[in-house]
């Protein structure tokens, strides 16, 4: 394995680790012995007994969307209080989590609210290893994890990780922009790549990406060589293409060639989704939550729908991948994690205890007792992951069928993109495409807003493309999509009826000659 230490910033390696509170850090006198039961008069660790919060329930749902299910609890609650506001009914869908436990990998309120160890609490701590090691395992072995405040905040601190001022950051051109201010913060330069926007596309534009890098010095004359790549490599966010196994086999040479680290964000590529089948659908497309049933084992699943990470292909210690609880469990608890070669992983910890300190320890608490407790562990966390795919391949399927069906499409002005995993379809304005040589470069953008009023005019918001560039310029050629998300509507209805409003809505605007 090649020095992982090379890959390192100057600003993280430069950092060390203390607390005034620790015990001295020179060797004990001569004869020295340790008490077995010291008391603690140093950290300043409320004891628990001053914790308000005597105890908490969690109630839980079967699978997603049961409170609207025909069968469900259609108020939202799998339980609610007897008439004398105190005491709940017993419920089989909840967990305990009370001040003290002895449940082993259980977590308590005398750790969940107390300060907590900067990598994460051991119990979730080593369930991310567990389960990385099941899905995705590193082809080396000196690799861990860390925990973080949701992939937001694991991004910036692998930015800090690796990223000296002025060097280069490579990015898909459409992207999730606000990597593109992590990058800033630490005095990087972000550099965008073309993607591919052609229906089976990997993306990332391969060609273009290995022809700029072999000619570096010619394109960008007074920027160092690459230091790294960032990529959304399944379910892109914002166009929702997947990289096969095949393509990133080809991207992590490119990476061993030019000696660069990959930055995989991977906060959706669990929610793996099957190709759209039209003949699921009739005349009445609405499906009870109940009714959409998981039809995967997870073997199956693990083995013949999951896409395989750059850290499945990393001998050298280059990949760091960067994962999230938002789109599994929920976005508030703001709690993910980060994969990566220890050496990287320990200077992560390093800037955490200059910055947030780590995770909410009650968010750690409640993901870690659901997942342990309730579910039964590492199967019973992929079988939810398993239900989610099926409401979420529901979900994509309604609103590409709502797409299809609409005038707009039958005469060819838009177009849609099938995505592979996530939760974004790329929705085309093919009449506003410069390659058809209808419309100049330039007008793309000013058109495309003017679009976007008429889109909102109808009762939908959707996001354009160019506003998740790197460079506007750069892209103005490949600006005429909008991103979808099927993630934040309530039901089958709003989901067929925001199709039916985004379609009229072009339909209109190319009516009237592209205008308002």
Known sequence: MSD?????????????????????????????????????????????????????????????????????????????????????????NSIHIARHTKTPNSLDLSRGLQYGPVPGLDPLLEFTKEFIAKTHKPAYDDWTSILSTGASDGLNKACDAILDPGDVVLVEE????????????????????????????????????????????????????????????????????????????????????????????DPYGYLTLPKYDASRFSSNNKVDPAELKNNLTIEDYLFNHLTPSYLELDTTGRVIRVET??????????????????KVIDVIKNYAEVANRGASGLAQTVVNNVIREHWGGLDGWLNWILKMRATYSHRKDLLLHSIYQSDAFKKGLVDVIDPKAGMFVTFKVKFLDPAQGKIAADEVIPTMKQLLWKIISHGVLVVPGYNMTVDQKFSLERSNFFRLCYAPLNN??????????????VLEFHDKGNKF
């Open 492 to 505: 089958d209805d709003d989901i067929i009826e925001s199709g039916k409003r985004l379609t009229d809505a």
């Open 325 to 342: 609880f938002s789109k599994l469990f929920a976005p508030g608890l703001r709690l993910g994690f980060v994969i990566a070669h220890a």
């Open 174 to 265: 459409f992207t999730f922009s606000p990597f593109l201010r992590f990058v800033n913060n630490v005095g990087g330069v972000s550099v965008p790549i073309k993607i591919d926007l052609s229906s089976d596309s990997n993306g990332l534009d391969l060609d273009y990406l290995q022809n700029l890098l072999d000619n570096w010095s010619k394109e960008y004359p007074n920027l160092p060589k690459p230091k790294a790549l960032y990529t959304i490599s399944t379910g892109q966010n914002p166009t929702g293409f997947t990289q096969t196994i095949e393509f990133r086999r080809k991207i992590y040479k490119l990476a061993e060639e030019h000696n660069f680290v990959i930055i995989e964000d």
């Open 4 to 92: 992982v230490t090379q890959f390192i910033s100057k600003r993280a390696q430069s950092r060390t680790s203390s607390h005034f509170a620790n015990v001295p850090s020179d060797k004990p006198p001569a004869g020295f012995k340790p008490h077995p039961k010291p008391l603690l008069l140093s950290y300043g660790t409320p004891n628990d007994g001053f914790f308000p919060i005597d105890s908490i329930d969690v109630n839980l749902v079967n699978f997603p969307f049961e409170h609207q299910s025909k069968g469900g609890h259609l108020n939202g609650s799998a339980s609610e209080p007897k008439a004398n506001g105190h005491a709940k009914e017993e419920n089989s």
